[in-house]
Each structure stands twice: as structure tokens, then as C-alpha cells.
């Protein structure tokens, strides 16, 4: 990929191989380095972060267009094109491309990835400018609020002061919440997905395990495993499968799995995969490995952990949104349990009591909390219906 001009704002964008892991030939996305320091929640300041990102589409003239997709736990910025690591298609290309949904023939859509995170964004695989050793663990803690704050410094450095729509599901709907509490001048719709408002306490004790299976691996090495030249693999693995588990319902594992064995007649009376379920998730940690950084895994799970919006606003989550204008849209899936239902209307509730402008939708589905990634056609059309609807009370065509 060539350097670039991004229209209208004159910001050189240059490519970044997300520290080697990408093949040369693959296209990597833009990267930003910020003016400024980034401040965090925690009271450390990050100096020169960088934040790396994808566009699709093109900014028009009035900047008016734009559409800002946040992306889950082990998402990135590669919504809508191949991945440069594992050479899959974009975790989002079903919504996001010329004619879906979220029409880049229409909007110019922008997808950055987190703080903290393995794929070109300042993390702890990053050097410390301090010691000049990989950050590790004296990489700061950061939260979600952390993460909307560097987005926002890199839409002023895009010459963006508002955005059409801030757009994610999972933790990237949790950004989408807190775009719309501290920035509700700036983002005129807002989508959340299948997430919630805090992080429950079971979500946490999941989180927790994970992040256990990660610091028991002897190759971890007290977050130093980089500068050991290791990494460690199998714990990272072992977080993927536990977490994979939440993502999906019961009703899906039996109708796909049940208790069908993996290629036997019968039971190898030894314990290596005998069913199919169980070589399923060995796959899912195995090709999550590849591409996604431990520390970052343990980092970004801790900042799920601490999101509670209601928290800075005396337990009341009403007051994180009133005299909002933004205008809301929430979509919940029914057999969802990391995020039900009940976690997405109670978001519904609180802006309701704020007197602001939102709509809820429940979808109906056996897929759990991965529908929002899935071919889902009414979540589809009740995306494409709001988008077109916002768009048109912008006189976007």
C-alpha cells in the first residue's frame, strides 16, 4: 500500500506492519501517531501513541459522512478486508462494503484498533520509550474510556468533528455507549449491539479464568515472554477456548455438535479430542494464537472488567446520557447470555429516562452472543434502515 491522502484533511498516511507479524505483500492500514499525549483513567500519560486504523470508503467534502465501527475483545481493525496475518475476510465484510448495510459507496467508514491491542495500536508488545525494552507489564491499565479517548484524538487528526454513526457489538458496543456519554456532540446516531453498560460479575470470573490459563503458562514468563523469545501459547489457547464457549448457546453447540466424535467409532479411552466439540475448540485456540498478542488479551479483558458507566454518575445510568441529542439504536439477540436481553434493555431503560431518542430490537435466534458477527438479515435490515434514515436527515443520498 502507497502512502496516502485522506480527502479534505492533507494527513500523510503510511503504512504499518503490526510489528513483522503481517507478509510483506499484505496490506496493513494507516496508522496515526498522536500530537499529543494520551492521558488515561489510571493517571499515567502514554507519550507518542500510535493508532493504527482502516478506512473504506471516501469523506466527502462537508465531512459529513462518516461512520466509526468499534470492534470487540479479539477484533481489529480489519472490518471489511482480509486480515494481513491470517488471510480471512473481514470479521464484518457481511455489513460493512459498497451496497450492504453500512454502504461505503455512501459513508466513509473508519475502524481503529484499541489501546492496547496487537495490531499496530500502542500495547504492551510496544517498546517503552523509558527503558527501551518491550512495555510487558509496565504497560499502563487502561480502560474503555482510554480507548474512545485515543479514537477521538485520531478524528481530529482525520479533520473529523462529528460522526453520522458510531457503530460495534460486544466491547465495541461498550465504546459505542461511551462515545455517546462523553462525546454527545459529537456522534449524531449511535448503534450498540448485543452488549451492556457494565461487565457482569460473571462475565468477569470468565474474563478471570482466561487470564489465569494465560499467567500459569511457564512461557509467559512474568509478561516478559518477548524479550524471551517465547510466548505462551498454550494458555493463550486455553483462554480462547473458555471464552469461545460464551459466545455460542446451548441450543447451537447440540444442533451442531451434540455428542458426535471427531473421525472414530468409538471412544479412544485416552484424553485427546474424542468429540467433536472438543476438536472445534482446540481449532478456535489454536488459530486464535496466531494472531492476537497474551498481554494484550490479559489487558483488554481487564478494561471490560472496569467499564460500569453508571459508575461515574452515582449509579445512575440515566444521567451518563441526559440532554443527549444522539439519536440510539439497540439490537439484542435472544438466546444471548454473555450479553442477554435484559443487560441491552436496561441500556434502553436509562435512555428512555433521559428523555433521549432510541429504538430497541430483539432478535429472535438460536446463534448466541456471535449472531452479531453472523448473517443475521434483520439485524442487517434494521441497521441498513437507521443508517439510511440518519443519512437522509443529513441530506446524504
Not at 494520551?38 to 471516501?58: N, P, S
Request: hydrophobic share 40%.
Amino acid at each position: 500500500m502507497a502512502d496516502a491522502t485522506i480527502p479534505h484533511t492533507g494527513l500523510i498516511l503510511r503504512p504499518n506492519f503490526s510489528r513483522g507479524l503481517a507478509a510483506p505483500e499484505a496490506d496493513p492500514g494507516q496508522i496515526c501517531r498522536l500530537a499529543q499525549p494520551l492521558a488515561l483513567d489510571c493517571g499515567r500519560v502514554l507519550e507518542g501513541c500510535t493508532i493504527a486504523y482502516k478506512t473504506y470508503g471516501t469523506l466527502n467534502a462537508q465531512a459529513s459522512n462518516a461512520v466509526l465501527i468499534c470492534h470487540a475483545l479479539t477484533g481489529d481493525q480489519f472490518c471489511a478486508s482480509q486480515h494481513p496475518v491470517t488471510g480471512r475476510p473481514g470479521w464484518w465484510e457481511l455489513l460493512i462494503g459498497p451496497g450492504k448495510p453500512v454502504d461505503t459507496s455512501r459513508f466513509f467508514v473508519i475502524c481503529a484498533n484499541v489501546i492496547g491491542g496487537c495490531m499496530g495500536s500502542t500495547g504492551p508488545s510496544d517498546c517503552d520509550p523509558v527503558t527501551g525494552r518491550t512495555y510487558g507489564l509496565a504497560f499502563p491499565l487502561i480502560t474503555i474510556r482510554d480507548m474512545v479517548r485515543a479514537q477521538a484524538l485520531l478524528l481530529d487528526a482525520l479533520g473529523i468533528d462529528k460522526v453520522l454513526c458510531v457503530l460495534g457489538g460486544s466491547m465495541g458496543g461498550m465504546q459505542v455507549l461511551q462515545w455517546a456519554s462523553s462525546y454527545p456532540q459529537r456522534v449524531l446516531s449511535a448503534i450498540a449491539i448485543a452488549t451492556a453498560a457494565r461487565h457482569s460479575a460473571q462475565n468477569i470470573a470468565f474474563h478471570e479464568v482466561g487470564r489465569q490459563a494465560i499467567m500459569a503458562d511457564p512461557d509467559w514468563r512474568d509478561g516478559a515472554y518477548e524479550d524471551a523469545g517465547v510466548r505462551p501459547a498454550k494458555g493463550l489457547a486455553v483462554a480462547r477456548m473458555a471464552a469461545h464457549i460464551t459466545y455460542l448457546s446451548e441450543t447451537a453447540l447440540q444442533r451442531k455438535f451434540g455428542r458426535s466424535l471427531q473421525n472414530r467409532e468409538e471412544f479412544s479411552f485416552a484424553f485427546r479430542p474424542d468429540f467433536q466439540i472438543e476438536s472445534y475448540l482446540h481449532h478456535q485456540g489454536q488459530s486464535f494464537v496466531e494472531r492476537f498478542d497474551a498481554n494484550s488479551y490479559l489487558y483488554i479483558t481487564r478494561a471490560m472488567d472496569y467499564f460500569d458507566l453508571a459508575a461515574d454518575h452515582d449509579g445512575a445510568l440515566a444521567e451518563a446520557f441526559r440532554g443527549s441529542k444522539t439519536r440510539f439504536c439497540l439490537i439484542a439477540f435472544s438466546s444471548d447470555w454473555l450479553f442477554p436481553p435484559a443487560e441491552n434493555k436496561r441500556i434502553a431503560h436509562a435512555l428512555n429516562a433521559a428523555a433521549a431518542n432510541v429504538s430497541y430490537v430483539e432478535i429472535e435466534t438460536d446463534r448466541g452472543h456471535d449472531a452479531f458477527l453472523l448473517d443475521e438479515p434483520e439485524m442487517f435490515s434494521t441497521v441498513r434502515g437507521f443508517l439510511n434514515a440518519v443519512g437522509a436527515r443529513r441530506g446524504l443520498s
